[in-house]
């Protein structure tokens, strides 16, 4: 039987959490977290998502231990004083008939930078180290992200080991939150991403060298974030497809990492890009509509993975496209859902799903289905005076 309704609209089962729709809301940083812990923006930020009909809501990247935060003011898991706050936030989403993931993450030699809008810099090592709570960056390899950071610390395997538990303990607060998704932030030059490329491991001993090599961190914190997360819950891991950086990680690469996250039980792999370096030799990917859409279709196909595509996807019909030519299972929305919090309800009307605002949350639902027949008599009217004769 044919379903009635674009795929953009139709449910997505994942384990055992069913999508009501096929629109997730990307990781996004804001930089308003008090310790780690979420404040009222989050509940706002996050909350009108869920009002504007998404399916899935992922958190900005948390850090899963103070050392690897981007910024000072990231959400974190790394403390249990920081569940409570975010199980808030998670409560008012189920409230509001939506799902939400967290977004893991530990970043690296990239850990300690402005806020956007305060220009983006790299933190000095006085500045990192001057903190509430002191962090330095950490690394495979002493290797600068590029001209305006220091180089991290080459992790030893005792701190290695150390990072992949804190991932693992990060997921069981997750868990006790109420999360319904997890996602590994394993691209944009982070921890994870730095081990994979060649440009920026430069180890010789199990965790470098070779592509098996570099790949272990990624499979061991997968593998053991699956083994604590509950069986029944879908698990998401975001690559940067290619790393930006010449001769680095390529989408060649991609798939046979998203092959083997696959078998360790990763669900959906979040095809993003670049990040790795900001030097000026760096390749970045050429930004236009839909431009990362290309690696969710390779990595879907060869890789026999469901996908996430990501990047400048901005309308319903460009959105259902993606899915109905089999390049994407779920489509992510950051900076056109902050335009637009209320994407996937102005979807459904577009694609004719939702004509009499029944998906709307009931209290605005039942306004803004008053408002349309006056709304439309008041349109002929000004249509008509338009074309009238003088």
Not at 15 to 30: D, F
């Amino acid at each position: 039987m044919t379903h009635p309704d674009p795929l953009l609209f139709q449910p997505l089962k994942l384990r055992e959490l069913e999508l009501k729709n096929r629109v997730v809301i990307s990781p996004m940083c804001q930089h308003a977290a008090d310790a780690g812990r979420a404040t009222p923006w989050h509940m706002v930020h996050l909350g009108k998502f869920a009002l504007g009909g998404a399916g899935l809501i992922l958190t900005e990247s948390t850090a899963v231990d103070p050392r690897g935060r981007i910024g000072t003011a990231d959400l974190g898991l790394w403390d249990d004083s920081q569940i409570e706050p975010l199980k808030a936030v998670v409560d008012f989403v189920h409230a509001n008939d939506g799902a939400i993931g967290v977004q893991l993450a530990h970043a690296g030699r990239k850990s300690g930078s402005q806020p956007l809008w305060e220009g983006g810099a790299a933190l000095s090592d006085d500045e990192m180290r001057g903190d509430a709570e002191p962090w330095q960056r950490l690394g495979p390899s002493s290797l600068a992200a590029g001209p305006g950071w220091t180089a991290p610390r080459a992790m030893d395997p005792r701190e290695i080991e150390e990072v992949i538990q804190r991932f693992v303990d990060a997921t069981v607060r997750a868990e006790k939150a109420g999360f319904d998704a997890v996602e590994l932030h394993f691209g944009h030059g982070y921890l994870i991403a730095s081990f994979l490329s060649p440009n920026s491991n430069h180890r010789d001993d199990e965790w470098g060298g070779s592509l098996e090599g570099r790949m272990r961190l990624a499979l061991q914190v997968a593998s053991r974030v699956r083994d604590a997360w509950p069986a029944g819950k879908p698990l998401f891991c975001r690559l940067s497809a290619v790393d930006g950086s010449v001769d680095g990680w390529s989408l060649d690469d991609s798939v046979v990492l998203a092959r083997e996250l696959a078998q360790l039980g990763v669900d959906v792999i979040d095809c993003s890009s670049g990040g790795l370096t900001e030097e000026t030799r760096a390749l970045p990917v050429p930004r236009g509509l839909g431009f990362q859409v290309p690696f969710s279709e390779r990595i879907r196909h060869d890789a026999n993975v469901r996908t996430q595509a990501v990047g400048m996807i901005v309308d319903a019909s460009q959105a259902e496209a993606v899915l109905q030519e089999g390049k994407a299972d779920l489509i992510a929305l950051g900076r056109e859902a902050l335009f637009d919090p209320y994407w996937a309800h102005h979807a459904a009307t577009t694609l004719g799903v939702d004509p009499k605002y029944q998906r709307w949350p009931i209290r605005h639902g039942v306004w803004l289905a008053k408002r349309a027949p006056g709304l439309a008599r008041a349109r002929a009217q000004a249509a008509e005076q338009l074309i009238s004769p003088s």
